[in-house]
Structure formats: structure tokens, C-alpha cells
């Protein structure tokens, strides 16, 4: 049975010193043949000899199980060179300590500053600082990452800052998010989805721009599109006319690399399509071989030394191996020396290892035998795959996947007790909990409780709810509480209410806009569920919500954000309740863009404008 590696978390107050202590205790352990740290050694560093096992080697051991790429990006980290002293840089205008910093650790110009996913280049945008925006820019700043910074920059008509942006991506040759002229790439992408080909083609014919452009959301090209939808026309068509073949998106895929996979086609139609690229020059790629079992190409392009581990998205070669139902590439890989675990570094802040993602797809899809290739190579039915738990969670409601799991030291947290909404269990882990007894790994955060961890799973589950709250002991304004209204909000009344009752002092914060969620996805709501976020609105607006409160990128407010959905019935609330349907106190550029009616009119609410005029709107 495999024994879990630590989950090494960065404690708030470590220093350099006692990570020095650290790295010689781990040194001392390898060197007199502990098991637990011998084999930690060998999961992080594939091929390192016990015996002739050093100090930098047990820097780079810990660096690694800490989420770094080196011992130096570690050490630089503890010396200050974090995601909060970049954005604090940022926002100050201070070139010369973001440029120190960046140099220290270059990966955190895309790395993510807070849970809520903002990256350094959106604080430059929203600031107004163009000059912060060439510098990150320098860096290597991808202006697709979350919130669109170009879009935003669009927004507030910073035409300096769009143009720094624009030229950059050009510069890359990346197509820009939206940079043509020519309000088309969303529908081009439509068109391409729902197989209108002639129609597709006349738009291209009519803009050429478009030929190479990348969707925002995920920098695919128009031949990626058709491609994976299995379009052999508009393929040929965009090929003769000058399509990159080796376009990547931000998966790192090519056109080739996703034929037919949004569309179930014959596996002569992917056969043509693959032919027709390759044949215009697109180059053979790992994902490739592995999807058409091309062992004797993986097998040569790793005796070159080629092939390395590439990753395509969240997915290494061993998981495209499993997704394809391809074992005897799994064998081969395995056997060339690949991770069974495919264990990396999330560009999170601290960095996070994740690992497990070939044996979470055997869970998800319940392949047994794959599976037991794994485990049987040392794969860890505990591994850690970001925001998606671990194989044995993914696998929990398959019966003898667990049972295969569990056989090989799988177990659950806290957390994932929670998801799976086993009350048993958590009452057990509660009474563990307060016993002194609980096992370390249900715990897989340090700090907190487990209520805490059962509160992050069990979303709107009311009993479970009503099993952890007593359990949990943060402040009433505590920003925790935040994402926990919201997920409470999201089902069971009962559990929005037994929150709310809970975290009353930051519903009233006038930084915090509670109420504007409430309105998100309005149209696609069935009249029931309309009724239940109004009535989830009235409960916050008499909890003492704020309707002033604006978001702190957008700069709507609660009833700016009902106007961009459309939500009449909630905009008619927020106006009985006081809410300012002119807004002239929006900023500067807000004003023509981010106001009521300006929303309600940009997304064509006719309705929700005549009832702000009716209230003064202009």
C-alpha cells in the first residue's frame, strides 16, 4: 500500500531559517533510509540516488513539495517577493520594485493575486497605469487571463493602454481577444458550432482578419473550431487561404490535436480531417500520437530526448492516455519513466503541487483496470487535483472503484465529506475532532475546523449545514462568510437564511456587494427561481445590504448589475428600496458605460429602461 506524500502548505510565519532546518532534517531522513522521506525524495525528484542524496538536493525536494519550481524561488518568496507586494507595486506605479520582483519569481505575471482569480495586469488596467502595462507586458503578461483586461480597457475607452495590449499580442503572434474591427469573432465561432459552413466562409471571405483570430475564452482559431466539429470544408477552405496549421490555444492544443472532439463523428471523418492537416504541413504532436496509439513515435521522440512531459491544459500524456482508452500507451509510458501521479506546480499563490490526475480520470470514467496500472506503478488514490479533489472522491459512488481505492490507502477529508454529503462520516470527524483523536490527513489545510471543511463542501445541503455550523467560530464580518452565503444562495432557502444569520456584519460593509449575484444568468431562470432571488434579495436588502456598493473592477452597483440581465423584477425592488437610478456619481468613464441605463440599454432591456426613465434616468 502507497503511503500518501504530506501536503506541505507554507505556514504564514516561516522563515528562511527554519526552512534551512527543514531541508537538513529532510536531508538526515533520506540519508538514513526513512522510508516516508526516501520516497517523498523520489516522488519529487524522479532518478535522485539515496545514497549520494545532498543538501541542494533536499532544497529542491522541499522547494518542490512546497508548489516551487527551485530552491531560489522558494527563498526568494520567503524574502518577500509575493503576489501582494507585486499588486501593492503596481498600484503605487513603482516600475522598479515590480521589475525586481519580477525578476525574482517571472512566473507570477500570470500567477493568480487572491481566490477571487485577478492577476497583476487587471490592477494595472483598472488603475489606469500604462506604463505598469508595458512592463508587465515585457514580462510576459497574458491579457486573456481571467476578467479580460483588454476588454476592460475597451470598456473605459483607455485607448493607450488597448493599443500597448493589441501590439503586444501582435508582436507574439498571438491573436488579440476581440481585436478585430469587425464585431464578428463571437458569431464566426456560432456559425462554426452549429455547422454553417457557406455562411461561415462568406464572413471570412468578407473579413480576412478573421482568419487567424483567436476566440477570447480560450485563444482558439477558427481551423481549431472546425477542426474539433469535424468541418472539412471550412477546414480546406481556411488552410488555402492562409490558416496557421500550428495555431496553439491556451491549452496548448493544436487544430490537429482537437479533431472531432465536440462532434461524434465516423472515425473516417477523423482520419480525413487529421490527413488534410498534416498533408498541409501541421506538425505531428504528442497529443497526436498518443490519440491514434502511435507508440513507435512516442518511443522515438523519446530516445531523441524530444518527447519531454508535455501538458495540454490540466492534462499530461498519461491522462490523454486514459481519456483516449489507450492502455498499451499507458504501459509504454509508464515504462519509459513517466509520473504516474503527473505531479506539477500550480501557478497559484503560494504555489500548490497538484498531482493524480491520470488515476482521477480512471476514477471518473470507472476504468478498473487502467487504474490498477497505476496504482501498481505507485500512483496515490489521495492526490491532489486542483478544485477537482482527489481520485478517490471522483470515484466515490463507484463501488469497486472505491473499493480498489480504499484497498490502496485511499481516504477523504473534511472537505470532501462535505461534497459527497456523507453525514455519517461527518459527525464521526466532529467527535474525532473533539476527542483529540482525528487522523491528520482528514485536515488537509492547516488552521480551521472541521466544520469549517464540511461547510466548504456541502454547499446547500441543509442537513449537513445545520451538522457544521455549530462548528464553525468566524467573526460575523469575516470575508469567509462571503462565498458561503453564496453557495447557500444557490438552492435550500432555509440554508441562505442560516448563514445569513451568521455573517449579518458583513452583508452590512459598504464595500461588499452581497446583492449583485443575485441578478447573474436572469434570463435563463424558470419563474420559480426568479421568485426566490428576489425574495433572497429582499432578505439582504433587510439585513442591511448596501445598494450603493460597487464592484471593485466593473464599478456597478446591485441594480446596475439587475439592468445588464434584464432582471425587472429585481430592478423594481432595488428602486422601491432607494436604489439611485442616475448614478452621477460613477466614475468618470462609468458614466456613459457602466451606468443603469446605459447597461439596460447595451444589452436591449427595453422594458428595465422605461422603467428608470420613468424614475429620472437619463
Known amino acids: 500500500m502507497k503511503k500518501t506524500l504530506p501536503i506541505r502548505v507554507l505556514p504564514k510565519h516561516l522563515d528562511l531559517d527554519q526552512l534551512k532546518r527543514q531541508a537538513k532534517e529532510l536531508l538526515n531522513a533520506v540519508l538514513a533510509g526513512e522510508p516516508d522521506a526516501v520516497s517523498e525524495a523520489a516522488a519529487r525528484y524522479p532518478g535522485v540516488i539515496p545514497e549520494r542524496f545532498a543538501l541542494h538536493d533536499a532544497q529542491l525536494v522541499l522547494a518542490r513539495a512546497y508548489g516551487f519550481q527551485s530552491w531560489p524561488k522558494l527563498r526568494a518568496y520567503l524574502n518577500g517577493a509575493t503576489m501582494q507586494r507585486l499588486r501593492d507595486a503596481i498600484r503605487a506605479g513603482d516600475s522598479e520594485q515590480v521589475r525586481h520582483l519580477l525578476k525574482l519569481r517571472p512566473e507570477m505575471v500570470n500567477a493568480k493575486i487572491s481566490d477571487a482569480d485577478d492577476r497583476p495586469l487587471l490592477y494595472a488596467v483598472v488603475d489606469h497605469k500604462p506604463e505598469m502595462v508595458r512592463l508587465l507586458l515585457e514580462f510576459g503578461a497574458d491579457s486573456h487571463a481571467y476578467a479580460h483586461p483588454l476588454t476592460l480597457a475597451r470598456e473605459r475607452g483607455y485607448d493607450e493602454i488597448v493599443a500597448l495590449i493589441t501590439d503586444a499580442e501582435r508582436r507574439r503572434g498571438t491573436p488579440p481577444a476581440g481585436a478585430s474591427a469587425v464585431a464578428a469573432p463571437a458569431n464566426l465561432m456560432d456559425m ?348 439582504l436588502l433587510d439585513a442591511g445590504a448596501k445598494l450603493s456598493a460597487r464592484h471593485e473592477f466593473h464599478k456597478t452597483t446591485a441594480l446596475g448589475h439587475a439592468c445588464r440581465w434584464g432582471a425587472i423584477e429585481l430592478v423594481k425592488l432595488y428602486l422601491e428600496r432607494g436604489a439611485d437610478p442616475v448614478e452621477a456619481d460613477a466614475e468618470p468613464w462609468a458614466r456613459p458605460r457602466a451606468r443603469p441605463l446605459a447597461l439596460a440599454e447595451k444589452y436591449g432591456h427595453a422594458n428595465v429602461a422605461t422603467t428608470l426613465r420613468e424614475k429620472g434616468a437619463t
Open 192 to 539: 462554426l458550432r452549429n455547422g454553417e459552413e457557406s455562411e461561415a466562409i462568406a464572413l471570412l471571405e468578407a473579413h480576412p482578419d478573421l482568419i487567424n483570430s483567436g476566440d477570447p475564452e480560450g485563444g482558439a482559431t477558427p481551423l481549431h473550431c472546425a477542426s474539433a466539429y469535424l468541418l472539412e470544408k471550412t477546414a480546406e477552405w481556411l488552410v488555402a487561404n492562409g490558416a496557421n496549421v500550428d495555431a496553439r490555444s491556451q491549452y496548448g492544443n493544436a487544430p490537429v490535436d482537437v479533431v472531432g472532439q465536440c462532434k461524434n463523428g465516423t472515425p473516417e471523418q477523423v482520419r480525413t480531417m487529421r490527413t488534410m492537416l498534416l498533408t498541409a504541413g501541421a506538425a505531428r504532436t504528442a497529443r497526436l500520437a498518443v490519440a491514434e496509439g502511435n507508440a513507435d513515435w512516442l518511443r522515438a521522440r523519446h530516445a531523441e530526448g524530444t518527447l519531454g512531459n508535455p501538458f495540454y491544459g490540466g492534462d499530461g500524456l498519461l491522462s490523454l492516455a486514459v481519456k483516449y482508452d489507450r492502455p498499451e500507451i499507458l504501459t509504454l509510458l509508464l515504462d519509459l519513466g513517466f509520473d504516474p501521479d503527473e505531479r506539477r506546480s500550480m501557478n497559484l499563490e503560494p504555489p500548490q503541487e497538484q498531482w493524480g490526475q491520470p488515476l482521477r480520470h480512471c476514477a471518473v470514467a470507472g476504468k478498473l483496470a487502467m487504474a490498477e496500472m497505476l496504482l501498481a506503478r505507485g500512483a496515490d488514490p489521495n492526490g491532489h487535483i486542483w478544485a477537482s479533489g482527489t481520485p478517490l472522491y471522483a470515484g466515490y459512488r463507484n463501488v469497486a472503484m472505491r473499493e480498489l481505492l480504499e484497498r490502496h490507502g485511499g481516504y477523504l477529508d473534511a472537505e470532501l465529506v462535505g461534497y459527497l454529503r456523507l453525514t455519517e462520516k461527518a459527525k464521526e470527524m466532529l467527535a474525532d475532532e473533539a476527542a483529540g483523536r482525528l487522523r491528520p490527513e482528514a485536515m488537509p489545510h492547516p488552521g480551521g475546523t472541521v466544520g469549517e471543511l464540511l461547510m466548504l463542501g456541502c454547499g446547500d445541503d441543509e442537513e449537513m449545514l445545520r451538522i457544521a455550523l455549530p462548528h464553525v467560530h468566524r467573526a460575523p464580518d469575516d470575508e469567509w462568510w462571503s462565498e458561503r452565503l453564496n453557495d447557500a444562495r444557490c438552492g435550500n432557502p432555509e440554508c441562505f437564511r442560516l448563514v445569513l444569520e451568521r455573517c449579518g456584519d458583513l452583508v452590512r460593509r459598504p464595500d461588499v456587494t452581497v446583492l449583485r449575484g443575485i441578478a447573474d444568468e436572469w434570463p435563463q431562470l424558470k419563474p420559480d427561481d426568479a421568485k426566490e432571488r428576489v425574495a433572497q434579495a429582499t432578505i
